[in-house]
C-alpha cells in the first residue's frame, strides 16, 4: 500500500539574519550576502504515514514539528529531501488564517472552502453541517469582525472538519471553545480516523496523542480499499539537542507500527482510548 | 453526533483526483503545470476577485457608485479644463483622454496591488498551500471589473457628445485587453515575488509608474512625439503600453488629426495637427501581436521566476 504521506530523509534549515539591517556599502561589498547563522530545523527525517493511519508527532517547543508539518502541507519547501501526499489536505495549522473580518460568516465559509480548494456545491453540499457544527446559528450572516474569540474559533474549525480532507493535518488547534465544544472536535477527529482518513498531528499532549491516534481493541476496518487496518502510533520529535548530536535519519515506517516504534511510544501507546 | 452520513475515503478517491504536492522537489513545477493549478483553483480566484470588489466598497453607501464617480469627475474637470479655459487643443480631449486613461489605471492599479499582494496576504501564505499566483491575479480581476464599471461612464459620455467610435476599429478591443492582461500578468508576478524579498520593490514601482505613464501617449497625442521622432518612432512604440493604449484611442476616440474626423473621412480645410496614426487595423494589429507575443515569453518568464521565488515565501515574508 502506497504511503498517504511520505516524508524522505528531508531537511529544512532557516537563516536566522542578524537584527542590525546592514547599510547599503555593507550589502554591496558583501555582494548582496547578509551575514546570517544557519539553524537547521528539520535534519534528515524520515517517515511514512500509510492511508487511513494517524501519527501523532511528540516533542519539545522548537524540535520541528511544525516545521515538519508545515514541509507536508506544502507551506515550506524543504532545502532537501523529498516529501510525497497522496490525497486531499486539509491543513490546521491556525485556526481561521484565510477569514477577512469584513465579511459575513457565510462569505468566510465559501472563502475558506475555496482555499481549501473546494468549489462552490462542494461546500453548498455541507454547508449546513458547518453552521450546525459551529453552533453559529443566525450569527453565519454577521461579519466576522463582531464575533466573539470563541465563535471564529468554532466556525474556523468547523470548516476545516467538514470538507472532509482525506488527509488532516492538525497543529495544535483543539483547544477552542468551551470544553463541551473540544470534546466535539476531538470525537470528529476519532470519526475521522474511523472513516479511514489520514491523520498527522503535532501536539505537546501526549494524553490527547492518546484518545485521538491510537486504535481501540476492536478497531473498525477504516475502508473497504485498504489492504491493512488501520494503525496509529506515536512518532517523537528529537529534541533540538539530540539532533544536533546526532543527526542521524529517523524513519518510523507506518505499516509496521509496533516493529520501528521509538522507546517513548510504549508509555504513551499504552493507555486506554478515551473519546 | 448528529451529522449525517458521510462519505468515505474511497468515495473520495473515486471521484476526486489525488493532487500530489511536492512528488519531487528538487523539479519544480513548470510555467505551464502552474498555469493549470491556477486553472484548478480558478474558483478560489473568483472568491478573492469578489472579496477585493466587497470588501473596498463595504459599509458605504454609494459602494459601486466610486467607481463611476471618479471618471465621471475627470470627464468633467477635462471638459472645463481643456474646452471652456485652455479652448483649444485636441477636439474633445476628455474624450481623448479617457480612452486612454482606463487602460491606463487597469494596468497601474493592478500592477500596484498585484505587486503588494503576496505580502499583503502573509497570514494566507505562511498558513495555507494554493497556488501562490492566485493571490497576484485576484486584484487584476478586481480592477477588471472596474475597468468595465468605468467603461459604462466613457460609453455614456460617447452618447453625451454624440461621438461614434471606429465598428472597424473596435474589433480590435477584445484583442487589445488580452493582451494588456497578459502583459499586466507576467509583470505582477515578477513584481510580486520580488517585493517578497525586497521591499524597496513597491516604492520603486510607484515611480517606475509615474514615469511610465507620462512616456505613454495618454495625456499627449501619439504623433505629437511620434511625428517629431522620425524615423525613431518605432522606439516610442517599443514601450508595450503604447500600442494598447492607442489601440484603445483609435477605436473609441476615434479621430486621427484635428482637422478632420476620421469616422467622416471628411478632408480637413485646414490639415490639422495629428493625433493618432493614420494607420490601418492591420497596422494595429501587428503592433499588438508583437507584445501579445513578448508577454507570452514574460509570462513564461514571470511563472519560472515566481516559482523559482515561492518556495521561501512563509519563512521571508
Known amino acids: 500500500m502506497t504511503p498517504a504521506i511520505e516524508i524522505e530523509s528531508v531537511t529544512k534549515r532557516f537563516r536566522l539574519y542578524h537584527e542590525k539591517a546592514p547599510s547599503l556599502k555593507e550589502r554591496v561589498i558583501k555582494f548582496g550576502r547578509l ?77 475558506n472552502g475555496s482555499i481549501l480548494g473546494f468549489t462552490r456545491s462542494d461546500i453548498d453540499r455541507i454547508f449546513d453541517d458547518i453552521v450546525a457544527f459551529a453552533e453559529i446559528g443566525p450569527f453565519i450572516d454577521n461579519q466576522v469582525k463582531h ?6 474559533a468554532r466556525l474556523a474549525f468547523a470548516v476545516a472538519v467538514n470538507v472532509e480532507p482525506e488527509i488532516l493535518l492538525v497543529d495544535e488547534v483543539l483547544a477552542v471553545g468551551d470544553e463541551s465544544f ?36 476492536n478497531r473498525p476496518t477504516p475502508s473497504p480499499r485498504s489492504a491493512r487496518p488501520s494503525s496509529s502510533g506515536v512518532w517523537r520529535c528529537p529534541t533540538r539537542r539530540s539532533r544536533a548530536r546526532s543527526g542521524t535519519r529517523r524513519t518510523r515506517s507506518g505499516s509496521a507500527p509496533c516493529a520501528s516504534r521509538p522507546p517513548n511510544h510504549a508509555e504513551v501507546s499504552s493507555g486506554p482510548v478515551i473519546t | ?137 485576484a486584484p487584476i480581476g478586481a480592477n477588471l471589473v472596474h475597468f468595465f464599471l468605468q467603461s459604462l461612464v466613457l460609453a455614456g459620455a460617447l452618447l453625451l457628445f454624440r461621438l461614434a467610435p471606429s465598428a472597424e476599429y473596435s474589433t480590435l478591443l477584445p484583442f487589445a485587453l488580452f493582451t494588456l ?73 476615434n479621430q486621427v488629426d484635428t482637422g478632420g474626423g476620421a469616422a467622416t473621412g471628411g478632408k480637413a480645410i485646414n490639415v490639422g495637427t495629428g493625433i493618432l496614426p493614420d494607420a490601418s487595423v492591420l497596422w494595429y494589429f501587428r503592433n499588438l501581436a508583437i507584445v501579445a507575443a513578448a508577454s507570452v515569453v514574460l509570462l513564461g518568464i514571470a511563472l519560472w521566476l515566481f516559482g523559482r521565488l515561492e518556495g521561501d515565501f512563509a519563512e521571508e515574508i
Open chain 1, 147 to 152: 464575533y466573539s474569540s470563541g465563535m471564529f
Open chain 2, 181 to 253: 492582461l497578459l502583459f499586466l500578468g507576467a509583470l505582477a508576478l515578477v513584481f510580486a515575488a520580488v517585493n517578497v524579498y525586497l521591499r524597496d520593490t513597491q516604492h520603486l514601482l510607484e515611480l517606475l509608474l509615474l514615469a511610465w505613464f507620462w512616456m505613454t501617449p495618454i495625456v499627449y497625442p501619439f504623433r505629437t512625439v511620434a511625428d517629431r521622432l522620425g524615423s525613431w518612432s518605432w522606439l516610442f512604440l517599443a514601450n508595450p503600453m503604447t500600442p494598447i493604449v492607442l489601440t484603445f484611442q483609435r477605436a473609441i476616440y
Open chain 1, 35 to 111: 551575514p546570517h547563522e544557519d539553524f537547521w530545523a528539520l535534519r534528515d527525517v524520515s517517515l511514512a504515514v500509510n492511508a487511513g493511519e494517524s501519527l501523532g508527532l511528540l516533542g519539545h517547543n522548537g524540535s520541528g514539528k511544525s516545521t515538519l508539518l508545515k514541509c507536508a502541507a506544502g507551506i515550506l519547501r524543504p532545502t532537501s529531501g523529498r516529501i510525497t501526499v497522496r490525497g486531499r489536505v486539509a491543513a490546521l495549522l491556525e485556526l481561521g488564517a484565510g477569514f477577512h473580518p469584513d465579511l459575513t460568516g457565510r462569505e468566510n465559509v465559501y472563502l
Open chain 2, 1 to 137: 453526533m448528529s451529522t449525517p452520513a458521510r462519505s468515505t475515503v474511497s468515495d473520495l478517491t473515486d471521484t476526486a483526483p489525488l493532487p500530489v504536492i511536492g512528488e519531487d522537489r528538487a523539479a519544480r513545477p513548470g510555467p505551464l503545470q502552474r498555469l493549470r493549478d491556477v486553472w484548478a483553483y480558478r474558483e478560489l480566484l473568483a472568491n478573492l476577485t469578489r472579496k477585493e470588489l466587497k470588501v473596498k466598497y463595504k459599509d458605504s453607501i454609494l459602494g459601486f457608485a466610486w467607481s463611476l464617480l471618479n471618471p465621471i469627475l475627470y470627464l468633467v474637470v477635462f471638459w472645463v479644463v481643456f474646452q471652456i479655459i485652455l479652448g483649444a487643443g485636441i477636439p474633445n480631449f476628455a474624450i481623448f483622454f479617457l480612452a486612454g486613461l482606463l487602460p491606463w489605471n487597469l494596468f497601474s492599479i493592478s500592477l500596484g496591488s498585484g505587486t503588494t499582494s503576496i505580502t499583503g496576504n502573509a497570514s494566507l501564505v505562511t498558513r495555507v498551500w494554493f497556488p501562490r499566483e492566485v493571490l497576484v491575479f
Open chain 1, 182 to 217: 473540544q470534546r466535539k472536535c476531538l470525537a470528529r477527529i476519532e470519526d475521522f480516523r474511523k472513516e479511514g482518513r489520514t491523520i498527522l498531528l503535532v501536539t505537546h499532549a501526549a494524553d490527547l496523542v492518546r484518545r485521538i491516534s491510537l486504535p481501540s481493541a
